[in-house]
């Protein structure tokens, strides 16, 4: 299949819906200012094959995409142990929803809400602690994303700042599962990994490599013989991407698109064609429920033209 014809179709068709609806996530203000007329889409197949098209090497905010780079370092290190505080089911709620934490005793219904990765950041911060504090939780999770892309990554110190300054609502979540005796560490350690984790900087032709061990059964993307999780462990993180990794349309893109997605408010999304290819999307303006509005059109596009889904 010529994969880079198709992405060069979708941006084409879907250039002049550039800017005409949607908004950028101007609560944080970091990224209030982001151009929303941008389009990128790039993918990464199993045998190494890539294609791209449109804005797909300029950086963004990769914001809760990075949730599925600290799940899978999390998986990594503590395996079915991570689950004693972190559920499984969809929320049906917004990502960042106090009412349901408070009524559920803080215990985040899945890692992909803001509750549940921070809940994977304490974890995280537990571990390097329990090495002796030697480095930090921050410099491992830019190690993995760093090896799977295959190039260096850094945080973007202006988004990490503006997240810090005004994330108020996550300052709630955290201090919420601390009075639950649900955090183990501070909640301003837990608080600086997360926000820095979602500050993380990359593009779409990055995203797509360094989620490129999701299509392979947890084969590393660019080193031979090595395994960034296991078959079952793969296979459950894309099982939680399908059911829990746009928000609450979680049913609706199972529905348009059936491919497992993980989005993130800084337009990002990306996807997984099991056994085929990982692809990143990118346009920075969101529907009303969290997601990039042409990022999850430029996805069904993809789905209509070259037939590949889950079912």
């Not at 389009?39 to 098209?53: F, K, P």
């Amino acid at each position: 299949m010529n994969y880079q014809a198709v992405l060069e179709d979708i941006v084409t068709t879907l250039r002049p819906f550039l800017g005409a609806d949607g908004k950028v996530a101007s609560y944080i203000p970091a990224l209030a200012c982001i151009d929303p007329k941008q389009l990128g889409i790039a993918l990464h197949t199993c045998n190494g094959e890539e294609a791209a098209a449109g804005d797909s090497a300029t950086p963004f905010s990769i914001q809760s995409l990075s949730k599925v780079f600290t799940l899978t370092l999390a998986m990594q290190r503590l395996g079915d142990a991570l689950w004693e505080r972190i559920g499984r089911e969809p929320s049906g709620s917004a990502f960042n929803s106090l009412v349901q934490l408070e009524n559920e005793q803080g215990k985040p219904r899945n890692p992909f809400i803001n509750a549940g990765a921070i809940a994977v950041a304490d974890r995280l911060v537990s571990h390097v602690q329990g090495k002796g504090n030697r480095g930090s939780a921050k410099a491992d999770i830019l190690a993995l994303v760093s090896s799977l892309c295959g190039e260096p990554i850094e945080f973007d110190a202006e988004v990490a700042a503006s997240e810090a300054a005004t994330g108020y609502r996550n300052i709630a979540l955290a201090n919420f599962m601390k009075s639950f005796g649900k955090l183990d560490n501070d909640v301003e350690a837990v608080l600086d990994t997360y926000f820095h984790q979602c500050a993380i900087r990359m593009n779409c032709q990055q995203l797509a490599r360094a989620a490129g061990f999701l299509c392979c059964d947890g084969a590393h993307p660019f080193e031979q013989d090595s395994e960034v999780t296991n078959e079952r462990q793969t296979r459950r993180i894309n099982a939680l991407m399908l059911t829990c990794g746009t928000y609450d349309a979680a049913g609706d893109v199972a529905f348009n698109i059936g491919l497992p997605c993980k989005s993130g408010v800084g337009g990002g999304i990306v996807a997984v064609v099991p056994d085929r290819l990982t692809l990143a999307v990118w346009s920075p303006a969101l529907d009303a429920t969290g997601n990039s509005l042409l990022g999850m059109k430029a996805l069904e596009l993809f789905v209509a033209k070259t037939g590949l889904s889950v079912f």
